[in-house]
Structures are given as C-alpha cells and as structure tokens.
C-alpha cells in the first residue's frame, strides 16, 4: 500500500514536470491554426457549416494523430524508456539484423540494456519481410535513410519552431495598436530569438523549474478564454465534434477545403515530442497529463475561436487574440510570449540530442557535445548546431513577411516527420512486438492514409514556404551520407591494413624498440588486432611507452550503457608486453565523460582485469589476443588501487602517507613537464590525481603486485594519446564521383569539422598525431 502510494506521487510529480518540456509546442498551436486553414481560398467560404468542419477537422486529427497514436499506442514503443526516431531504429536493429554499425560485437548483446524483458522471451519464426531485410544490405541503408531523413526534418523543425512560435505571439502587438509597424514586431522578435540562442550554452538548470508552470497556466488560461467564447458567440459549437461536418465541410468546399488540410495539420505539431522525449518522464505521467489537462484545454480553445470566427469572420487572421476579453489581453499577450519560448527551447534541445545520436552512429560530422553535471541528465549543448539553428531561424524570421508561410514549412516537416514514425513504428509493431504482419499494416493504412492525405495537400503549399524544409533537409542528408560514406571507407581501410597480432609477437617482449616510462593510449576504430597507427609510429620513431593501451570508443545501439558494464578489458600478448585493449562502449545518448575521469577509469579497469585474470581468468602467459572481461560487474572493483587528490603543489591532499613510486623520469625531463603544463591554460584547471597500491592486499602471484606497480609508475609518469592524423585520398582508377564525394565532400567536412582531439577531450600536452595516408 505504501509502494503504491509513493508510486502515484512519482507519476504526478513528472505529470506536473512533463508539462514544462513536452507540450510547450503543442499548447502554442491555437496561435496559428485557423489563421493557416483559412488563409487561401477558403477564405472565401463564410458559412457556419465550413467553420464546423474546420473546427471538426481539427478536433479529429488531434484524437487520431495525437490521442490515439502517440499516446495510447507509440509511449509503448520504448527502448529502455527512451522514445523517438532513433529509439524505433536501435528496437529494429537489436531484435533483427539491420545494424550497418562495422564493429558489433557478440558481447555487446550481454549489456543488460541489450534485451527488454518485455520482448526478449519471443521467439517466433521469422517473418519473410524479415529474412529480405537482413539478407538484402540495401534494405538496410534503406532503413537508415528513412531514419536520417526524419532526422533532418528534426533539425528543420528545431529552427522553424521558434521563428513561428514566437512570432505569431509577438504578432498580438499589431492588433491591439492598429498603428505598430511590421518592422517593429519583426525586431522584438528576432531580438527574442538571439536571446533564446545566445543563453543556450547556460543550460536550463536555473529556470527549468518556471516552464511546467508557466504551460500550465498557459493551457488552463487559453480552454478558460474558450469556454468563455463558447458561452459568448455560439453555444452550438459543441456540434462540429460529429465527424458528419466533415463531410460537409468537403461536400461545400471541394478542392479548396482539401488545400486547407495544410493548415489543420498544425494542430498536431509538438505532438512528436511526446515520444521523442519519453526518457525524460514515464508513459503513464505524459497520459495523465495529456488526457486530464493538454486534450480538454486544447479542444476547448478550437472550440471557442471557432465558435468567435463564426460570429465574426472578418478577424478570422487574428481570431485568437481578437477573442480575448479586453481585460486579459496584456496578461495573455505575456503568456503567450513565455510559452512560445518554452515551446522553442524544448525543441531546440530535442535538436540537439538528435544531432548528437547521429554522430554517435557515425552519420554526422564530429561537433562538440556539452554537458555540465549540474545539468538534467540528457540536456547536452552543441555550440556549432546552436549557431546554425540561430542563422536559419533569423533567416526564415525576416525572410517569410507572412507567418503562414511559416506555418506550410513548420507544417509540411512536423507531418513528414509523422509519416516516418509511422512506417517505423509498424515495422516495431511486426518484428520488435512479434505481431502479425496483417496488423503492421492496419496501423500503416490507418495512420498511414490520414497522414498522406494531409501531405499531400501540404505538398502543394511547397511554393509558398514549403520548399524551405525539402531543400535543407536534402542539404542536411547530403551532409550526413558524405560523411557516412567517407567514414566507412576509411574504417575498411583500417580494418584491411590492420597488423597480424603474430606479426607483433615476434618481436619480443620489448617489442624491438626502446620502452620508455608512461602508459600510451593508442585510439583505434577497430575492436581487434594492432591498427596500422602504432606500426607506422614505430616506424618512424622506434620508442614506445612500458605501457600500451589500444583504446577502441564504440557506440552499442542502445539509448545508454551502465557505468559497470562500459568498460571491456583485454589483454594483448603475453603479460610480459603490457599491452592491453579497451573497448569503451557507449549508448547513442551517452554524454562524453570528462578527460580526467575516464583516464582514472581507464587506469582502474585495467588494474582489475590484472587481479581477475590471476584469480582464474587467464593463464599466466595470456593469449594471442586474449578474452575480453568486463571488469566493473566485480564487487572488489575500486578496492585495487587507492587514489589521493593531488593539490596545486602536487602534494597529496589525502591525509593518508601515500607510498608512491616516484617517477622514472630524469629530472630535467620533470622540470620541462612542469613549466610546459603551467604555461598551459587549460592543463592547471584538471582534476590532478595519485595511485598507489593498497597495503593491506595480500597476492597469491607475486607477478600480479609487480605488473600493478609498473601500471602505477606508469601513470605517475605520464599519459600519452595517440591518434591518427589522416590525409584521404582515392585509387587512381575511381569513379569520378567517389573522387568528388572524397576530395571534395569528405575532405571539406573534416577540414571544417571539430578535430578528434577536441571531441576526445585531450589536452594538447598529451596528444601525438601520426599522419597516415589512405587510398579509399
């Protein structure tokens, strides 16, 4: 009974949160939605019973496109309780063989994240569309397509949203003063939107607390104003709720009411956010709060303009804020402003994290991804894609004198958008949920129909600002192939000029070079063999670290992987070369950890696969290329190695003497290490630690004690990252077009894209380049 009773407080405690992020977007509709359904020639149409289908119209798209398929059917979709586009493809890609991910390992289905219980337990034939996709690879780059191309269209919404939003909330201005200038209302609102961008960098952590409130009071205020037009105008209106006003609506205005389709479509945008948001919340507090408060206020409010528009049609361009009483005008002018704002900083940061999920796929450019730890877990920044956004926003703001060529391009994507979910989804629906084909595609030809009625009429507003989401959105899949195709090539390359491990042996303990003091991190795509960075390292300077690591970051199609099982261990060679490999996997909305924990990690992993390897792991010479181990599911884990902060001094701040092995380094070398890292603005500011063995640890092999303490003299004297510094080019007998797409394409994209280093977080003190060449 208490569990009980604490459950229901956490489902209304993110009920009332969901509103702040989720339904901003949604809430801001009534804004627009009439002034674009009657914008064209519909116009003309001024009878009640054409209002009572509009009204119709609209109250029946939101229960069938927001109610019924968001709600009730897609919030179960979850990976993990995560939701959107890329939450449907990693569902597909896990529970069948459509993943183009190059390095997927069989241990990557042991994360306890992998399988959900829910489904993992069926285990029916599989379907014949199932066999075709697996076999056929370009079913699969078919599928990725379609999941990049509604990634785009994301990232178009995330501009078009604030420029509409916002503006059409500004626009009250011009009917209350007659006499207000355009250009002035123009200016209030691109100086909002700078401002909205500007601040993005600080996160929302500070003010996020305002947001559910303020859509809160918002809805309740927007279905108070409804009710009150209802009462005022036209108390009838709760007749165009009979689908048979549809009917009508078509039979009286034909063609022209079927053009208008892309006006009513806008009283569903925001609804994907739901979905897309789900992991912030639970799918039975966004039902609470979508049936007790969002769907009643909203439905209200269509209700009452259409009920004001009906008794007053020459204000049909401004028929939400000519609705309102006179004495609420200013408060519900400010109101509105703040939600728009809402609205627009909750699609933004959904931009963000998609872009983020492509580049973890390896389909979008390497850009900085922020995350500070104060802030929501999942809010990351992404400064390059911040500033784009700004430029288009302030683009289509001034560009687009008419919002409702706004409303055909924020319209034409949002339902693009839908359309995709919905052909994933009913692929879930067949191959995740182990449903009958026959049912996938009911749900296809259901939603599928609505949807492509409503495109189609969209399609024709393409001319007058429904060509602005078509062009970026090619430009934005022409960014991300390129970089995929070029990505994948180069990574064959690696894959096909990797060294034979028995190559390596034969050289010895020593590996046939002088071995100095430090660990090296060499960072490699490949998850097995030696990458061709290290011998061309060797080759030209042969003098490697005591201590090599061959670091391989991989991304696992799941939403994120637990902190204990990240880190996968292996040793390469016998336990004389001290040469390891660490395999970091990473779910597709993990955040990059900061330099200075992850090579403590890192340090800590390996010094635990050392102790679990003695107590039966392994053999006391090891293999070839030796079994991984995931080395955090140990309960000792943490209890090998003891870590002190270091202070400014570089004194231990533990209280405890710590028994440090001093560093094999001369002293001239330390005192150019010193000065180097304090004329280093960056270098003074990282989180300075000290390892040292434990005292009371007793060790039945005494070769484990030495090869810990080389690990920790090793660190003591220094961390080194090697990375590969590429020069691309083609085979002289190309195509022309694989020349322009890798010359050109690809050669422009990583010039003008975040350097590896900068996304790994390494510290220019620590970074050694070794130039390779590639011919893709």
Not at 470 to 498: A, E, P, Q, T
Not at 742 to 756: D, E, G
Request: glycine share 6%; hydrophobic share 45%; net charge positive.
């Amino acid at each position: 009974m208490v569990d009980r009773r604490y459950q229901c407080k956490d489902v209304l405690l993110l009920a009332y949160q969901s509103f702040g992020v989720l339904f901003g977007d949604l809430t801001i509709s009534p804004l627009y939605v009439f002034k674009s359904t009657f914008s064209g020639k519909l116009s003309n149409y001024q009878s009640e019973d054409v209002i009572f289908g509009a009204l119709s119209l609209i109250f029946w798209t939101l229960t069938f496109l927001s109610l019924f398929k968001h709600v009730v059917i897609l919030l179960n979709a979850d990976d993990n309780g995560e939701g959107g586009i890329f939450a449907l493809y990693s569902l597909l890609c896990r529970h069948a063989k459509f993943s183009l991910l190059p390095n997927h390992q069989t241990s990557d289905e042991e994360l306890s994240t992998y399988h959900d219980p829910r489904y993992s337990y069926r285990n029916p034939q599989s379907s014949s569309v199932k066999k075709f996709a697996e076999r056929h690879k370009k079913a699969k780059t078919a599928l990725l397509l379609l999941v990049l191309l509604g990634t785009c269209l994301v990232i178009c919404i995330g501009f078009l949203t604030p420029a509409l939003s916002i503006r059409s909330s500004i626009e009250g201005l011009q009917h209350r003063s007659n006499n207000l200038h355009y250009g002035v209302v123009l200016v209030i609102a691109c100086l909002l939107l700078v401002g909205l961008f500007v601040l993005q960098h600080r996160g929302t952590y500070g003010v996020a607390f305002m947001f559910a409130p303020i859509v809160i009071l918002w809805s309740l205020s927007i279905a108070a104003i409804g009710v009150y037009n209802i009462l005022k105008w036209n108390p009838r209106v709760y007749k165009a709720l009979s689908p048979f006003y549809i009917y009508t609506f078509f039979r009286n205005t034909g063609y022209d009411g079927w053009l208008s389709l892309g006006g009513v479509l806008l009283c569903i945008t925001g609804t994907e956010a739901m979905f897309a948001d789900l992991g912030h919340y639970t799918a039975a507090s966004i039902r609470l709060s979508f049936f007790c408060i969002i769907y009643p206020c909203l439905v209200l409010q269509y209700m009452g303009q259409a009920a004001f528009i009906s008794k007053n049609f020459d204000a049909v361009s401004t028929s939400f804020y000519a609705s309102i009483p006179d004495a609420l005008f200013w408060p519900v002018l400010v109101m509105a402003t703040l939600a728009a704002i809402v609205a627009s900083q909750s699609t933004i940061s959904a931009t963000f994290s998609f872009v983020k999920q492509c580049y973890a796929i390896g389909c979008f450019p390497r850009v900085k991804v922020v995350h500070k730890s104060r802030w929501f877990r999942g809010q990351i920044y992404i400064p390059e894609i911040n500033w784009v956004l700004l430029i288009l926003c302030l683009a289509v703001t001034t560009g687009f004198r008419d919002t409702n060529h706004l409303g055909n391009a924020y319209g034409l994507a949002s339902m693009s958008v839908t359309f995709v979910t919905t052909w994933l989804s009913a692929l879930v629906i067949n191959f995740v949920w182990c449903q009958s084909l026959v049912l996938a595609l009911l749900f296809v030809l259901f939603f599928g129909s609505i949807e492509i009625v409503f495109l189609a009429s969209s399609f024709v507003r393409i001319p007058i600002g429904g060509w602005v989401p078509l062009v970026l959105s090619g430009i934005f899949m022409l960014i991300m192939y390129v970089w995929h195709y070029g990505s994948r090539k180069k990574y064959l390359y690696d894959l096909h000029n990797k060294v034979s491990m028995k190559q390596i042996l034969t050289l010895g303990p020593s590996l046939g070079i002088v071995r100095v003091p430090g660990i090296g991190l060499i960072f490699t795509a490949l998850v097995s063999g030696v990458p061709a960075t290290f011998t061309r390292f060797l080759t030209n300077l042969p003098t490697f670290y005591q201590v090599v690591a061959f670091v391989c970051e991989k991304t696992v199609l799941v939403p994120y992987v637990p902190q204990k099982e990240r880190y996968l261990i292996g040793r390469i060679g016998p336990k004389s070369f001290r040469m390891y490999r660490c395999i970091v996997r990473n779910g597709y909305k993990d955040v990059q950890k900061n330099e200075d924990d992850f090579e403590n990690d890192l340090i800590m992993t390996i010094a635990e696969f050392i102790q679990l390897e003695a107590e039966g792991c392994g053999t006391l010479e090891g293999s070839v290329d030796g079994r991984m181990a995931v080395v955090r599911t140990s309960e000792k884990f943490g209890k090998r190695l003891e870590i002190s902060e270091l202070e400014q001094n570089g004194e231990a701040s533990s209280s405890m003497p710590p028994t440090i092995l001093n560093s094999s380094k001369s002293q001239v070398l330390q005192y150019l290490q010193s000065t180097y890292e304090m004329e280093s603005p960056g270098y003074t500011l990282r989180r300075r630690v000290r390892f040292k063995l434990q005292h009371d640890m007793t060790y039945k092999d005494m070769n484990v004690k030495d090869e810990l303490s080389e690990l920790v003299e090793a660190k003591q004297s220094g961390v080194a990252y090697v990375l590969g510094h590429s020069h691309i080019k083609t085979k002289l007998n190309s195509p022309c077009l694989k020349r322009f797409l890798i010359h050109v394409a690809y050669s422009f994209l990583r010039k003008n894209c975040r350097a590896p280093a900068v996304v790994l977080n390494i510290p220019q003190t620590c970074l050694i380049e070794v130039g390779m060449s590639y011919y893709l």
